[in-house]
């Protein structure tokens, strides 16, 4: 499967963006779905997943409340809104794919695809 994810962009403290992910080649109903990030300097880390039926979500506790994830399948493409945006939200972010098996769904490794990143800039 081959990921293009968009939406970044600048914002001010407290507004909102949309990030989209969607899928070039393959079908993400096959997949359970995930967004990281990576601010310069930091490793990657997790956000957001959702599971393919959508009936599962997960996220990090820095996002919880603020940030939410959604899947589209029959546009193929998973969404991640975020809210209430700080400048600490400044990265690049990720969409990535998993095999509907794995449990484990934290870690980069959990992951078998990836997107090019989308940067998000938040000005204080």
């Known amino acids: 499967v081959q990921l293009q994810a968009c939406g970044g962009g600048l914002v001010q403290a407290g507004g909102s963006l949309r990030l989209s992910c969607a899928a070039s080649?393959?079908?993400?109903?096959?997949?359970?779905m995930g967004w990281f990030r990576q601010a310069p300097g930091q490793e990657r880390e997790f956000v957001a997943r959702?599971?393919?039926?959508?009936?599962?979500?997960g996220y990090s506790d820095f996002v919880k409340g603020r940030f939410t994830i959604s899947r589209d399948n029959a546009k193929n493409t998973v969404y991640l809104q975020m809210n209430s945006l700080k400048p600490e939200d400044t990265a690049v972010y990720y969409c990535?794919?998993?095999?509907?098996?794995?449990?484990?769904?934290?870690?980069?490794?959990?992951?078998?695809?990836w997107g090019q990143g989308t940067l998000v800039t938040v000005s204080s």
């Open positions: 990535a794919a998993q095999e509907i098996y794995r449990i484990s769904y934290v870690r980069s490794t959990d992951y078998e695809y």
């Open positions: 080649v393959g079908n993400l109903d096959n997949y359970n």
């Open positions: 959702i599971v393919w039926s959508a009936d599962s979500l």
